[in-house]
Each structure stands twice: as structure tokens, then as C-alpha cells.
């Protein structure tokens, strides 16, 4: 239930390090991170200022404009307004999943509200209530961090009201310059996977259109509810580009057919050979993935078209955008593996949350593929009602991933034995030097890179705690603090070197 509109706080909806494009990428003013997904009528921006909606809308009326729709998809289940031409969200001051942060202001949470029609009101009620609070408009500003505690400076700064607007007047008034704009919500959780109704919406809103009815995304920065829904649109838009191919063969000669066929829609590694080597947890597998694709045969495929689309989705070289939603799991681990704890309990939350999200993208494929060419007679989530094996497979699966990598007891015998003997000051070379190759080893599976030497020396840091006998580990936490916190691997070589036994 969401809380009356007297109670939210404006947040602004912008932040410094929205901009995630790469360099040299074109750059729309008032729409941050807009781009195309190549080679489909798909486009995602962030939150756009009351000038950004149209400047979106110049590239795709230019190349679309003589399709019967556009439909412009607002993913976001937290209201928004607009004041002074820029877009707020409204926050609560006592948002209950504050509770799953450390340290972390509730205002720095965004609304869960997966009604529509209910966060449309909200956003009207929100913007009578600031014209309410008089000509002082009090505000809070966001900024980027990972952990929500970082997202807000929680200062509340104040700047003349101007002018207040809600989604739906400005919906109206581009529609009045384009009758051909259809918007939609279909509010997404930013920091889950998509509810399996998300994808029914995507799929009602594009089933009955051709292959280039254009379509723009937009969530809060543009990044990765956007994507997963771009992802989404596009299976749906190759389904559409097959029938479409298909209905030519008998007009178009079949070898430039399936040539054609076969360069917009092939597969890497099924019809098109892979000449890149990737990390296998840089491909996404991870075991529930693996249980997927043993469990269900054609699930190969659809993981071949979904990470083809992801990797279309990304950054540069492989793609436009600005997130791999598949490798962004593995990026999120080596950064759980140096974390404190209480970012690992946040990440871990996060890491299991997206590969649910990269999981039910490999099962909407299948599903497009099995059920799209018959004409979607079923739902998703009819699918998944009858394969509700898979919603156990994933429940159960998702935390299936090495949390916490430990050296095995019996390579640390010969360490422990160098660290008790009487002259163990002159064994420390050989030690340090077998740690960091055991180190090494342990995360060998990783790509070369800070977060693998991060890894490695943290690794190394508890290694060391571990082989301490009593004697030392008694006197490095006199000099370091708690060995529970694991104290820097330099600093416990560098006090181990300066110990003397008490006479």
C-alpha cells in the first residue's frame, strides 16, 4: 500500500554519473544513455526533462514514422513528476525496505508499486500536493552508488517552484503533435528480476504488430531495466522478422532467403561460429543455468539467441548500450569477493536476483519459440503454471555459487609447520610466495584485472590469519585489531616480521 502523497519527499531523478554511453557514442540533450539497439526499431533512454520526450521521438519518426504505433514504455513502479521541467521521484521518508540496507536513510529507496493505475494517481496526487507546499520547493538530491546507502547525499536543498507537470499532461501533449504515440507502464523492479506478468505485458503490447513497429523504453537512468526489456522486445521482434522472412520465400530465391535469415537472426555458436573465448562465468554458466540446459534441450538455443541480444545490448565493441546484463553477475561477484560484510550480504542479494532475471530471459525464449509461431494461444505465466518445475529450479537455484573461496586444509600443512618452526622469520619468502600462488590458483576461473588481484590478496589476507599459531595470532590482534575483520596481508607479514617471543 502506498503512503499518502502528504507524507512522500521529492528526490531529484537525475544524478551526477548518469551518463553511462562510451565514449565518442551520440548523445541526446535531456534524454541520458538514449541509443537504438542495432539492427531493431528498440531504443532506451533514462527519465528524459519535459524536452527530452520529443527529441527521443525525431530519430524514430524519421526511420519509423509510417508505422501504424509507437509505443513509449515507462518501466517504472516509482512515481515520478516533474518540477521545473526536470523529473523527481517521490520518495517515503519510512520505507519499510530500508530494512535490507545497513546504515541506509529509507528516502534513499524507491517506491515498489506495480499497479499502473495506482502509481499514475500517486504521481497526480504527489504533484497537487508540492503545488500545495507553496512557492519553496523542497527537494532531496540522488547521486549514483551501488549500495543504497550511497545514493543520497540526504541534505534537503530548496529552489523556486516554477511549475509542476505529471507524466500523463505531458503523455497528452506530444500526443496532440503525434496521435501515433501509445504509452505504457509496465512498472519493473529495479533491483529483481521481472515479474512473469511483465513479460505477458511486453508480449500483449507487441503480438499483433510488425517487426518495425518501433518501440522506446525508459526506466530512472536508462541502464538495466531498460536493457532486460529491450532484451524482451527483441525476442519478440525476431519471432516477428521470421514470419515476416518466411511469408517471402516462393517471391525471394531461398538461398538469398536463408543467407538473409541467417545473418539477421543466427546464432553464435549454433549457426555461426564463435571466434571470441569468454570466460565460462563471463557466458553466463552458472549451475541452476547449467541444470536449465540439461533439463531442457531446446534451452541451449534460446541462451544462444539471449545472450546474442544481451551482447547486442552492451557497451562497445559488441554492442550500443550501456550494461551487459549477463556478465554484470560475474563483475558483481569479484566485487562481493573484497567486499566488506555488510556489502556482501547486499551484493549476494543482488548477484542471486540477476541470475534469476538472466534465467527467466532463457525461459521467455523458449517460450517465444515454442509458443509464438502458433500465435501466443497461452500466456507466460500459463507456461510456467505448466512447467512449474522451473520456478523451484530457479527458487532453489539461484544461490548456488561459490560465496566464499577457501584454500584446502591439506595444501596449508606444510605453511602452518614453516610458521611454527623456532627460525620461522627466514621460511616468510617461501611462505608469501606459496600463498600468492595458492591464491592464484583458487582464482584462476577469473579474467586478469584489479578484481581478480583484489580477490587473490584478500584471499592471501585470510590465508595468513589462518596459519598463524597461537603465539603470533595472539600478537598480530594486539597490533591489528580483531583477526575476525581480517587484517591487511601486509600489515600481518610486516608485524609478523617484527615479533620476539617473551623470554
Not at 523542497?138 to 541534505?155: I, L, S, W
Not at 505485458?201 to 531495466?225: E, H, W, Y
Not at 515454442?370 to 507456461?383: A, H, L, S
Not at 512449474?388 to 555459487?401: A, C, D, H, V
Given at each position: ?8 519527499k ?12 562510451a ?7 535531456g534524454?541520458?544513455n ?23 521521438l ?6 519509423y ?34 530494512a ?8 534513499n ?91 505477458d ?17 525508459n ?33 525471394v ?40 540446459l ?19 545490448a552492451?557497451?562497445p ?6 550494461e ?15 567486499s ?6 547486499y ?37 510456467m ?11 532453489e ?8 573461496r ?50 587473490m ?32 596481508f ?14
Amino acid at each position: 500500500m502506498a503512503p499518502p502523497a502528504s507524507e512522500l519527499k521529492a528526490m531529484t531523478d537525475a544524478f551526477e554519473g548518469i551518463d553511462r554511453l562510451a565514449e565518442g557514442a551520440p548523445r541526446t540533450e535531456g534524454a541520458p544513455n538514449f541509443r537504438r539497439l542495432p539492427g531493431f526499431p528498440l531504443f532506451g533512454t533514462g527519465q528524459t526533462s519535459v524536452e527530452g520526450f520529443e527529441k527521443c521521438l525525431e530519430p524514430v519518426l524519421k526511420k519509423y514514422g509510417d508505422e501504424k504505433h509507437i509505443f513509449w514504455v515507462n518501466l517504472r513502479q516509482e512515481p515520478v513528476v516533474y518540477v521545473n521541467g526536470k523529473p523527481y521521484t517521490a520518495r517515503d521518508p519510512a520505507n519499510p525496505h530500508a530494512a535490507i540496507g545497513m546504515n541506509c536513510n529509507p528516502i534513499n529507496f524507491h517506491l515498489e508499486i506495480n499497479n499502473p493505475e495506482e502509481c499514475t494517481e500517486l504521481e497526480n496526487n504527489f504533484a497537487e500536493e508540492i503545488r500545495k507546499r507553496g512557492e519553496d520547493f523542497k527537494y532531496f538530491k540522488d547521486q549514483f552508488g551501488e549500495h543504497p546507502e550511497e545514493r543520497a547525499t540526504n541534505e534537503e536543498l530548496t529552489e523556486k517552484l516554477a511549475g509542476v507537470t505529471t507524466i500523463g499532461e505531458i503523455y497528452a501533449a506530444i500526443k496532440d503533435k503525434v496521435p501515433k504515440l501509445e504509452p505504457i507502464r509496465i512498472p519493473m523492479n529495479q533491483e529483481k528480476a521481472p515479474e512473469e506478468a511483465n513479460f505477458d505485458q511486453i508480449v500483449a503490447m507487441l503480438k499483433d504488430t510488425t517487426a518495425s513497429c518501433p518501440v522506446i523504453f525508459n526506466c530512472q537512468a536508462g541502464i538495466s531495466r531498460t536493457t532486460t526489456a529491450i532484451v524482451c522486445g527483441a525476442l519478440v521482434k525476431e519471432l516477428q522478422l521470421t514470419r515476416e522472412l518466411d511469408r517471402m520465400r516462393g517471391i525471394v530465391p531461398d538461398d538469398i532467403l536463408d543467407a538473409l535469415k541467417k545473418k539477421k537472426l543466427g546464432l553464435p555458436g549454433i549457426d555461426i561460429e564463435v571466434q571470441e573465448d569468454r570466460n565460462a562465468m563471463q557466458m553466463g554458466e552458472f549451475e541452476v543455468i547449467k541444470e536449465l540446459l540439461e533439463a531442457f534441450p531446446e534451452a541451449k538455443v534460446a541462451k544462444a539467441q539471449v545472450d546474442k541480444l544481451i551482447d547486442l545490448a552492451a557497451p562497445p565493441p559488441r554492442g550500443t548500450g550501456v550494461e551487459n546484463i549477463r556478465e554484470c553477475i560475474i563483475e558483481s561477484k569479484m566485487t562481493f569477493d573484497v567486499s566488506s560484510d555488510d556489502w556482501q550480504a547486499y551484493l549476494k542479494s543482488k548477484i542471486m536476483n540477476n541470475i534469476e532475471r538472466y534465467f527467466y530471459l532463457i525461459v521467455f525464449a523458449m517460450y517465444i519459440r515454442e509458443v509464438g509461431p502458433k500465435g501466443f494461444p497461452q500466456t507466460f505465466k500459463q507456461y510456467m503454471d505448466d512447467h512449474s518445475g522451473l520456478r523451484t529450479m530457479i527458487e532453489e537455484g539461484r544461490g548456488k555459487l561459490e560465496w566464499e573461496r577457501k584454500i584446502p586444509d591439506e595444501k596449508l600443512s606444510e605453511l602452518k609447520d614453516l610458521l611454527s618452526a623456532p627460525e620461522f622469520k627466514a621460511n616468510m619468502p617461501k611462505i608469501i610466495k606459496r600463498i600468492y600462488e595458492l591464491s592464484w590458483d583458487m582464482f584462476g576461473d577469473l579474467p586478469r584485472g584489479h578484481h581478480k588481484n583484489n580477490s587473490m590478496h584478500k584471499l592471501a589476507s585470510k590465508t595468513m590469519i589462518e596459519i598463524l599459531p597461537q603465539n603470533l595470532a595472539d600478537f598480530i590482534e594486539t597490533k591489528c585489531g580483531a583477526l575476525a575483520g581480517t587484517p591487511d596481508f601486509f600489515d600481518v607479514i610486516g608485524q609478523v616480521s617484527w615479533y620476539e617471543p617473551t623470554a
